[in-house]
């Protein structure tokens, strides 16, 4: 199966909207009642919306698609810290502490964005104690998915379990199927590109999972789990 394949996660069922999409309108609607200008975006798959270590512009909101947020070591070495949907304000914290981007946002599908100065940000929340509630629970929510992804990281000892975790965690998140690269799903695992690869036809020969076409769908979802808990 070639590395560069695009790779379906099946969904096994239909989640509720997710919290960033729920924060959205409220961010939204503070924007427009305070006449906060905003630039409306169309970007295609694999756009850099912004590079670590970039001077913090402002923040994009992501109106559709989805968007792996990563960094990267001095080696060039890339992690996926998470993916960002709609709903995600990207570079919040970055313009809070006028600061250089701590990531690099690359769009996993097209996607729109809306785009707020550092300027206009800073000047809504002087104005808007209702927008500054919002932002602060986007932050804490921010914190709270990097809390579990460093737990699926750190606490899993092998690359299988955390590949397991990873394909548990993709599977279930919302009700869009996923299309990932062999070395996206690396950078998310913190392993190889053929790591990934040799553990996915393992798997598949298992039947645990079913590897087709492109697409990973889970036969065997306790065994994955128990794989996952290793």
């Keep these: 199966m070639p590395s560069a394949q695009n790779i379906k996660i ?21 924007i427009h009642a305070a006449n906060v200008s ?38 060039g070495r890339v992690v996926i810290l ?18 250089a981007y701590e990531t690099t946002v690359k769009t996993l599908e097209p996607c729109r964005t809306d785009f707020i100065s550092c300027a206009e940000l800073i000047e809504l929340m002087r104005k808007s104690q209702s927008a500054t509630q919002t932002i602060m629970k986007i932050l804490s929510r921010e914190l709270a998915e990097l809390m579990n992804r460093a737990r699926s990281l750190v606490l ?3 690359a299988v379990a955390r590949l397991a975790r990873l394909l548990l965690d993709l599977s279930k998140e919302d009700d ?54 290793v």
Aim: proline share 3%; glycine share 6%; net charge positive.
């Design 38 to 75: 905003n630039l409306s975006l169309l970007h295609p798959r694999g756009k850099i919306l912004f590079a670590e270590g970039e001077p913090a512009r402002g923040v994009h909101v992501l109106r559709t698609g989805r968007a792996t947020v990563s960094i990267s070591s001095s080696e």
């Design 82 to 99: 998470r993916l960002a949907q709609a709903g995600d304000v990207l570079g919040l914290n970055s313009v809070l502490q006028n600061a």
């Design 156 to 158: 899993p000892q092998t």
């Design 176 to 229: 869009v199927d996923k299309f990932f690269t062999h070395e996206e799903l690396a950078q998310m695992i913190c392993s190889s590109r053929e790591t990934v690869t040799r553990l996915l036809a393992n798997l598949d020969k298992r039947q645990i999972i079913s590897v087709r076409c492109g697409s990973i769908s889970i036969r065997d979802r306790a065994a994955l789990q128990t794989i996952a808990s």
């Design 10 to 30: 099946d969904k096994a069922d239909g989640l509720a909207m997710n919290k960033a999409e729920a924060e959205s309108p409220s961010f939204l609607q503070a």
